[in-house]
C-alpha cells in the first residue's frame, strides 16, 4: 500500500495531490474491513513513512509532492521509463493490472485491451490457468478451447500422447462443456462470455463479473500477493479442484493453537484476547508476510468458514480496555475482540 500511494503521489507531478485525493483514489485497495475514516489514518501513517524516507514533502494548502527519489522509485515499482505521459485512470486501469497478471508488453495496443471486460477475463484466465497461448491478452474463444483441452489432459492424462495442444480446436458447444468442468460448481453454462465471465471472476475471487468488481479483486489482491497467484495442476486420472491461496484451515489450526496458550477464564468459557495471539505470532516468526490488517481480515474470514470462532467482550474495564482496543477486528457491521478456546 506504501508503494501505491507513493506512485499516486508521484503520477501527480508538480501539482501534488491532497489527502482527500488519496482517500478517493485508493479506496478500492484497502484489505481490511474497517470504516472509511480508519483506512484515512491508516493513509496518515503511510505518509509519515514515506515523509521520513524523503520521498514526498508536504506542501500549503495540503498538497503533497513526490520527491525526485520517490518518483524514481515509482518509477521502479511500476516498471515503466517514466510517469510523464500517465495520469493515474491509466496506471490503475492498464499498468497495475499488466503488472498483477504477469504482462511484460509495453504495446499501447496490447495494454489497452485489458479495459475491456472481455480482454481482462482473457487476461484472467490465461494467467490464472497458465494456458499456453501466444497473445498477451487472447481471445475468449482461444481461452475457452484452451480451458477445454486442458480438462481433457487432465482427465486422461497422458493417454493422449500430445495428440491434442494449445491450437487444436473443438465444436463450441463441445469447448464450453468441457471448459465449465472448471467451475467451483461444475454446471451447465449457454455461452462462452457467460463461462469465461464466471471464471475470471472466481479466479480473482471477485463478487461479479462485471468490469469494475473484476478490477476492485485485482486491486486487493494486488495489495497481498503483488501478483496472480496460478492455478497448480497435477496431471491425475481425475479433475483436481482448485487449491487455495491461502490455507484458511491451517491458518487456523495454528491460531487455535496460541489462543489456547494465551486464554484465560474457566472451563467452557476461555477465551483469548485477538492482540495476544497476533503478538505470541510475531515473537514465533509465524507471520506467512502477513501484517496486523491482513492478520484479523484472515480471521475474520476463518470465523465465517468456520475454523474458529471469534466473540465479543462484553466486560470492559480500566484493566482490559487496551487489549480489548488492540484486538478489534471487524467485518462490515461486526466487531470482535476474543477468539474461543475450545478445550
Known amino acids: 500500500m506504501q508503494e501505491l500511494i507513493q506512485l499516486r503521489i508521484a503520477c501527480a507531478a508538480d501539482c501534488g495531490c491532497t489527502l482527500t485525493d488519496l482517500h478517493n483514489d485508493l479506496l478500492d485497495f484497502d484489505i481490511g474491513f474497517g470504516s472509511s475514516n480508519e483506512f484515512r489514518t491508516d493513509l496518515m501513517k503511510y505518509l509519515r513513512e514515506l515523509t521520513k524516507f524523503g520521498a514526498v514533502i508536504h506542501q500549503r494548502q495540503g498538497q503533497i509532492v513526490a520527491t525526485e527519489t520517490g518518483t524514481k522509485r515509482s518509477v521502479e515499482f511500476l516498471g515503466v521509463q517514466s510517469l510523464a505521459r500517465l495520469d493515474w485512470n491509466d496506471i490503475k486501469s492498464i499498468h497495475i493490472i499488466a503488472q498483477f497478471l504477469g504482462i511484460k508488453s509495453r504495446s499501447l495496443a496490447v495494454l489497452k485491451l485489458l479495459r475491456t471486460a472481455d480482454g481482462l477475463r482473457a ?14 491478452v487472447p481471445s475468449l474463444s482461444q481461452v475457452r478451447n484452451a480451458l477445454a483441452i486442458q480438462s481433457i489432459g487432465d482427465m486422461f492424462s497422458n493417454e493422449l500422447n500430445g495428440s491434442l ?20 460448481r461444475p454446471r451447465e453454462i449457454g455461452s462462452t462470455s457467460q463461462l469465461l465471465a464466471k471464471l475470471a471472476a ?33 496431471r491425475e486420472s481425475t479433475v483436481k479442484k482448485m487449491e487455495s491461496v491461502f490455507d484458511l484451515e491451517a491458518f487456523a489450526e495454528v491460531v487455535n493453537g496460541l489462543a489456547k ?10 477465551r483469548a484476547y485477538i492482540s495476544h495471539v497476533w503478538r505470541a505470532i510475531c515473537l514465533r516468526k509465524l507471520e506467512q508476510n502477513l501484517n496486523e490488517k491482513e492478520f484479523k481480515t484472515r480471521l475474520a474470514e476463518a470465523h465465517r468458514a468456520g475454523h474458529l470462532s471469534l466473540a465479543i467482550a462484553d466486560l470492559r474495564d480500566k484493566s482490559n480496555i487496551s487489549d480489548i482496543q488492540e484486538s478489534v477486528t471487524r467485518y462490515k457491521n461486526t466487531e470482535w475482540h476474543l477468539i474461543r478456546v475450545e478445550d
Not at 484472467?124 to 497473445?135: C, E, G, R, S, T
Not at 461479479?208 to 503483488?226: M, Q, T
Not at 496458550?261 to 467452557?268: H, K, Q, Y
Request: proline letters at 4%.
Open 202 to 234: 472466481e479466479a480473482v475471487g471477485a463478487e461479479n463479473p462485471d468490469l469494475r468488481s473484476l478490477r476492485k479483486a485485482i486491486y486487493r489482491k494486488f495489495v497481498i500477493h503483488g501478483g496472480m497467484v496460478s492455478r497448480m495442476r497435477t
Open 123 to 136: 487476461a484472467i484466465l490465461k494467467a490464472f490457468y497458465q494456458l499456453p497461448l501466444k497473445a498477451h
Open 165 to 184: 495442444n494449445g491450437q487444436s480446436r473443438l465444436p463450441e458447444d463441445i469447448a464450453i462443456l468441457l471448459a465449465s468442468r472448471n467451475l467451483k
Open 261 to 270: 496458550e494465551n486464554a484465560s477464564g474457566w472451563d467452557g468459557n476461555r
